[in-house]
């Protein structure tokens, strides 16, 4: 048994269109590069815990939830909120009876820039709109996504509304950036905006928060922050593939191990693919697009072999997935346990590729670890290997 492909678990080396994996076969580490693209930058968040601007085709490694770190997989998507990085145009209104507030630009933001503002709501706000610089949108129908990151100056506890045509009360409890978000079904071209609303359950004023990087985008989830001077920008969605060759992977028998996470139960598929190249002879970790289903997937010369899952955990939470192949011995193992067993099947033919993209399949999500295994492990080795 060898652990002839590792990608991640701490271990990153990214530069443009390429991400490194590596073969430690007998201790000799060979490099063992993915293809990689994206033909814009794009933000993620780094080990300080700021957001940082990488450039066209190099891949994301995010620093948000673990610091290790996880590749950062994303479909296309567009930021509405024309003036994200213009706080200059940003105005605050009194809609009520109360006094005026203000914003105060120049504070520090999530770059480690000063394109956030400081905004002091009176004890007598009564109905505060905080406008990110348009009161339209070119977003007008479908599903949308909104998100700024938020925090109180003096600790506490908030609640402010966030609107985009559809609204919603969200709370404020840190003196430290938080993003916050809200989706839902947009029929008109009300902008994203702030609002503080007592009549609405929101909080009375005499308070005061820092904002910075609004966003608002076409889709059921929120993403990676995506700045905007003046116009709606587009990133394009994250492509990885292509990894591995014949010496390292086995047709015959193996383990395709893999800690990863969906970005949402969105109805996509998503595959970490293991195969030729073709849908006739591959090995499957797969996020159906039903919600929660796990599923692992075997097909040898054409024929589907093993094609069976589980909705017992949630995708969008970092999951340990094993499956193990042989002739007649299938088994997906998730988080220390044996989820499913199949005994009838064929193993596949002339697998040489390790992919996350495949054919319109593109895994979106996080990826913190693959590994994969030239021959089956024991039950007790897989027990360990995925035991969170």
Known sequence: M???????NGNWATKEDSLLAYNSENGNFKPLPFDFTRDTVATVVNKAGLIETVGSGEPRIDFSNDAKGALLLEPERSNYSASSELPSTWTYTEFGSGSAGTITTGKTDM?????????????????VGIRFGSSSSGLTSGDASVSVYIKLVESGSKDVQLRCN???IV???STEFTRVDLSGTKTNSEAF????????????GGFSIIICHPQEENGSYATSYIPTQGSAVTRVADICNNAGNEQVINSTEGVLYAEISALANDGTERYVYLGNGTTANRVVIRFSPTPNDLRMLVTSGGSTQVSSGTTNYNITNINKIALKYKQND???????????????GNAPIGMDELSLSYSGTEFKGNI?????????????????????
């Open 2 to 8: 060898a652990n002839t492909l590792n990608l991640g």
């Open 111 to 127: 770059f480690g820039g000063t394109n956030a503002v400081q905004v002091y709501f009176p004890s007598d706000a009564e109905n």
């Open 166 to 168: 559809f609204t919603s």
């Open 171 to 173: 709370n404020v409890n």
């Open 193 to 204: 905006n702030l609002k503080l609303r007592p009549s609405e359950g929101t909080s009375n």
């Open 330 to 344: 299938f088994a997906l193992w998730v988080n220390g346990v044996e989820a499913l067993t199949d005994t009838s």
């Open 368 to 388: 913190k670890q693959i590994q994969y295994f030239d021959s089956v492990l024991t039950d007790a080795e897989l027990q360990t290997l995925t035991t969170i």
